[in-house]
């Protein structure tokens, strides 16, 4: 059986916002096999500048394989 190409990963990340209110989300991100650590953070991120605007300041991010 070939080797998936991609792994889930549950992700959090808490950030705080332009406007000083704090925001946390957490969600499934499908990771390329080989992709980084770093990878998986700038994927997070993006998507909550996205939401909350620009600049933002990490307060928490964690990413664990999805798989128990």
Do not use: C, K
């Not at 916002?17 to 096999?33: K, M, S």
């Not at 998986?40 to 933002?56: F, K």
Request: net charge negative; no cysteine; proline share 10%.
């Amino acid at each position: 059986m070939p080797e998936p190409a991609t792994t889930p990963y549950h992700v959090i990340i808490s950030v705080r916002t332009p406007g000083g209110q704090h925001a946390t989300t957490a969600r499934v991100i499908d990771v390329p096999v080989g992709a980084t650590r770093a990878d998986i953070y700038w994927v997070a991120l993006e998507q909550m500048i996205q939401q909350y605007g620009h600049p933002l300041i990490t307060v928490h991010f964690s990413a664990e394989p999805n798989q128990l």
